[in-house]
């Protein structure tokens, strides 16, 4: 890693991508930025079968660096293309992943924070956590893949009330938004996240990038053209020595022993 603003270790399969600026809340600056692309790039190893993502300290993600853009207002319009264009790189390196990834969120979770947990694929609060799109507080309009990402979890009536306002929401009400998957105490939230990553390390890594990739484009397809890559996706599936466990598995009324493959 060229810095240390992200942490990233590998345990058993697992990839944890610990965000670490706790004393911003984990605010993204230009270092993070860099550090979390390098991360997930790293995290395109065939060796890893799961990806989360986590905060240091006190929360998950507070959004950009509101200090630094006050220190550089006047260079903001020519900086912020690139820099909005280095955390997009990181929200595509995501979606692109071929393994699931799960977001861990504890405390602050706004702005590029909320983005960057819609990016994932699944995401477990702590009852502390507290969200905001936040964007409309500064008078700008989200990125991240906030608009594309948002409106197809909460519809795009709602998305539009969440942006607009930036009204402040807890843990049980983005649960029942559909934004996070499920909701723990806050001393639980490690460990819940360790058994749902240990669970999916040892399922069929290969079966669970073609889901991904299939509910990704879903929105850009009609029916026939779905149920066409619905139909290619499993039949790539079952040239796979997984496919061919899980089938052996279940009429020998055993658990499959998955490789990923």
């Known amino acids: 890693m060229p810095n240390q603003t992200v942490i990233y270790e590998v345990n058993q399969a697992i990839a944890t991508i610990t965000l670490n600026r706790p004393q911003q809340l984990n605010a993204m600056d230009h270092d993070m930025m860099l550090a979390m692309r390098d991360a997930l790039t790293q995290a395109q190893d065939d060796t890893i079968r799961v990806v989360i993502i986590r905060g240091a300290g006190r929360a998950f993600m507070?959004?950009?660096?509101?200090?630094?853009?006050?220190?550089?207002?006047?260079?903001?319009?020519?900086?912020?293309?690139?820099?909005?264009?280095?955390?997009?790189?990181?929200?595509?390196?995501?979606?692109?992943?071929?393994?699931?990834?799960?977001?861990?969120?504890?405390?602050?979770?706004?702005?590029?924070?909320?983005?960057?947990?819609?990016?994932?694929?699944?995401?477990?609060?702590?009852?502390?956590?507290?969200?905001?799109?936040?964007?409309?507080?500064?008078?700008?309009?989200?990125?991240?893949?906030?608009?594309?990402?948002?409106p197809r979890v909460v519809g795009a009536r709602r998305a539009m009330e969440l942006m607009l306002l930036a009204d402040k929401f807890d843990a049980d009400a983005a649960q029942r938004l559909g934004i996070v998957n499920a909701v723990v105490a806050d001393d639980a939230l490690a460990a819940q996240t360790a058994t749902l990553a240990a669970r999916l390390s040892v399922g069929p890594t290969h079966a669970y990038a073609n889901t991904k990739a299939l509910i990704g484009a879903s929105f850009e397809r009609d029916l026939g053209a779905q149920l066409h890559a619905e139909m290619l996706a499993f039949a790539d599936c079952a040239t796979g020595a997984d496919f061919k466990e899980g089938v052996k598995a279940f009429v020998e009324k055993r658990t499959p022993t998955f490789e990923g493959a």
Request: charged share 15%.
């Open 62 to 150: 507070a959004g950009g660096d509101v200090a630094t853009f006050a220190a550089r207002i006047d260079e903001l319009s020519a900086l912020l293309p690139r820099e909005i264009g280095l955390f997009h790189e990181s929200i595509a390196l995501i979606r692109a992943l071929k393994k699931p990834v799960i977001a861990s969120v504890h405390g602050a979770c706004a702005g590029g924070g909320l983005s960057l947990m819609l990016a994932c694929d699944l995401a477990i609060a702590a009852q502390s956590a507290r969200f905001t799109m936040a964007y409309a507080n500064i008078a700008t309009s989200p990125d991240g893949g906030a608009s594309f990402f948002l």
